[in-house]
């Protein structure tokens, strides 16, 4: 049914929202898959639709993955798509920051989710 991704891939922006969407189903195909999901995130389930619609949701779908080895390498057996390619799609859905405003901001702390390793 999915087609694979072969090798190192750089997707642009519409490759990497695609993505992001085949990865996103991948998640809610599976029940223990969306409740992980659900907690790492905040996410509620009665919410998840309108999130859905909000403009860095897919990003978020993919930072969410990239940092689960586990993850990313169930995907990859699954779904074909290697971590690097999730990675540069996640770049390509990330927004570029204005050099003018910029030049004249703080820089922000950025809440980063936790990381599951696959070696515990």
Known sequence: MSEAIPGPVTPGRGDAEGLAI???EFIVA?????IQFLNVTGLQPETLRESA???HFLLGVLDYVSKDDELLKLIHKDLGIPP???L???GHLAPQPDP????????EQR?????RSMFR
């Open 88 to 90: 540069a799609a996640a």
């Open 22 to 24: 085949r990865i996103f």
């Open 30 to 34: 599976d029940v223990d898959r969306i």
């Open 100 to 107: 003018a405003k910029q030049a004249d901001r703080k820089p």
């Open 111 to 115: 809440t980063q989710l936790p990381r």
């Open 53 to 55: 619609n909000t403009p």
């Open 84 to 86: 690097d390619t999730i």
